[in-house]
């Protein structure tokens, strides 16, 4: 059983920046591929960002240049860097993990096998 918890999330104003982290447990996370996805309220789950095992990386057009995805593996960690941050990224945001010992950095939900509980993220103008 894989547990994923994020950290990092909080209040801040447009413009500033915040680091996400999700650190995973019970498994062997340099063999997963991991995404980020968030949820704004009234809004469907959407892609943000994903890391294959090999460190390809992919990103949604709304974050590319402002949002940086990259891993530890040797401390089991993913981390999402969020910078020039704009109210329209205020949402919940959730890691993902995707156990199918592929390389893809992947931008569906339905690929990823185990998640996060999220940790809100908000910024206000």
């Known amino acids: 059983q894989v547990q994923l918890v994020e950290s990092g999330g909080g209040s801040v104003q447009a413009g500033g920046s915040l680091r996400l982290s999700c650190a995973a447990s019970?498994?062997?996370?340099?063999?997963?591929?991991m995404g980020w996805f968030r949820q704004g309220t009234g809004k469907e789950r959407e892609f943000v960002a994903a890391t294959s095992r090999t460190e390809i990386t992919k990103y949604a057009d709304s974050v590319k240049g402002r949002f940086t995805i990259s891993r530890d593996n040797a401390k089991n960690t993913v981390y999402l860097q969020m910078n020039s941050l704009s109210p329209e990224d205020t949402a919940v945001y959730y890691c993902?993990?995707?156990?199918?010992?592929?390389?893809?950095?992947?931008?569906?939900?339905?690929?990823?096998?185990?998640w996060g509980q999220g940790t809100q993220v908000t910024v206000s103008s």
């Open positions: 993902a993990a995707d156990l199918s010992m592929n390389t893809y950095a992947r931008d569906a939900a339905d690929n990823y096998d185990y």
């Open positions: 019970g498994g062997f996370f340099r063999y997963y591929n």
